[in-house]
């Protein structure tokens, strides 16, 4: 499966920008599909998730830093997540990445480790 993520750009503080992720490839299944961030010089740490369930209606998650200020949202028929960030700080510049989860897990997937591909990256410049 590839994904390829988009949206990313400079922006001044205060202001939003919404990230998209296509999925594409031959006969993939998604269980989930996350948002992970890395600063430069940080670790790469985990922004928010979705589970794909038709029938759960898509269950989030998201870090507490983002708590307020991000929504992320997905349409099933273009395998395509999303994330609208608002109230952007200078602390969220990074490198966002997406990433997704092929398998079924009764936990909340937000580690690294829980999610078996990944996009390129876009990244997202906030100015003070």
């Known amino acids: 499966v590839q994904l390829q993520a988009s949206g990313g750009g400079l922006v001044q503080a205060g202001d939003s920008l919404r990230l998209s992720c296509a999925a594409s490839?031959?006969?993939?299944?998604?269980?989930?599909m996350g948002w992970f961030r890395q600063a430069p010089g940080k670790e790469r740490e985990f922004v928010a998730v979705?589970?794909?369930?038709?029938?759960?209606?898509?269950?989030?998650s998201y870090a507490d830093s983002m708590k307020g200020r991000a929504t992320i949202s997905r349409d099933n028929a273009k395998n395509t997540v999303y994330l609208q960030m608002n109230s952007l700080k200078p602390e969220d510049t990074a490198v966002y990445y997406c990433?997704?989860?092929?398998?079924?897990?009764?936990?909340?997937?937000?580690?690294?480790?829980?999610?078996?591909?990944w996009g390129q990256g876009t990244l997202v410049t906030v100015s003070s």
């Open positions: 990433a997704l989860r092929d398998s079924y897990t009764a936990i909340v997937p937000r580690r690294e480790g829980d999610f078996g591909s």
């Open positions: 490839g031959r006969s993939f299944t998604t269980y989930a």
């Open positions: 979705i589970n794909w369930s038709t029938w759960s209606g898509g269950i989030t």
